[in-house]
């Protein structure tokens, strides 16, 4: 049974930091893209980082603030988000999917992990 669980999620001020982590079970970990996704309320989802291997990916608003890292040998997908500002506040999703070419994109993922709550404060 393929299960993604996210954890690390919490409430920081602004400026801080926090690192998310997605333990992934079930599934061969290494054919997989891996990726975070966002929503924050009444708003769609968006992607946020990919990773595969040595390809990562992010979304103009992180970069530079996120990197997303795998390891592959604890099945384990992790985000740290350093800087953060009021507009990081969302529910931050662990995805997994076959492409790297639609790692944009929701579509792009077979399984997706719950998600956790992180609250930026001003």
């Known amino acids: 049974q393929v299960q993604l669980v996210e954890s690390g999620g919490g409430s920081v001020q602004a400026g801080g930091s926090l690192r998310l982590s997605c333990a992934a079970s079930?599934?061969?970990?290494?054919?997989?893209?891996m990726a975070w996704f966002r929503q924050a309320p009444g708003k769609e989802r968006e992607f946020v980082s990919a990773?595969?291997?040595?390809?990562?990916n992010y979304a103009n608003s992180v970069k530079g603030r996120f990197t997303i890292s795998g390891d592959s040998a604890k099945l384990t997908l992790y985000l740290q988000m350093n800087s953060l500002n009021p507009d990081d506040t969302a529910v931050y999703y662990c995805?997994?999917?076959?492409?790297?070419?639609?790692?944009?994109?929701?579509?792009?993922?077979?399984?997706w992990g719950r998600g956790t709550q992180v609250t930026v404060s001003s």
């Open positions: 990773w595969s291997g040595g390809l990562t």
């Open positions: 079930g599934f061969n970990f290494r054919g997989y893209v």
């Open positions: 995805a997994a999917g076959r492409s790297w070419s639609t790692s944009f994109f929701q579509y792009g993922y077979d399984y």
